[in-house]
């Protein structure tokens, strides 16, 4: 079965840097969609990055654009998000997503908090 394992969440200070990682496994990895979303409290699930198969092309979430990065690793079935310049305004559960014949499907979250 599908699984998405996030890990790499915790705290930092305004203006640090953490690198998420996602170990994904039980289907064919490097012809899907991976994405990055994320949710703080009281607020909907929010789209933060996308990275496409093989290619790679990514997407990003203006609100991110230019601190985040977005990557993954096919032969190791890996898609991570780098998070450079923090805002408190980034502190939220950070959740891994693939998108699989057409079907989502979610990791448990890692908890991202930036607070001094």
């Known amino acids: 079965q599908v699984q998405l394992v996030e890990s790499g969440g915790g705290l930092v200070q305004p203006g640090g840097s953490l690198r998420l990682s996602c170990a994904a496994s039980?289907?064919?990895?490097?012809?899907?969609?991976m994405y990055w979303y994320r949710q703080a409290p009281g607020k909907e699930r929010e789209f933060v990055a996308a990275?496409?198969?093989?290619?790679?092309?990514?997407n990003y979430a203006d609100s991110v654009k230019g601190r985040f990065t977005i990557s993954r690793d096919n032969a190791k079935g890996a898609v991570d998000l780098q998070m450079n310049s923090l805002k408190p305004e980034d502190t939220a559960l950070y959740y891994c997503s693939a998108l699989v014949m057409l079907k989502r499907y979610w990791g448990q979250g890692t908890q991202v908090t930036v607070s001094s």
């Open positions: 990275i496409v198969g093989q290619d790679p092309r990514t």
């Open positions: 039980g289907f064919t990895f490097t012809t899907s969609i």
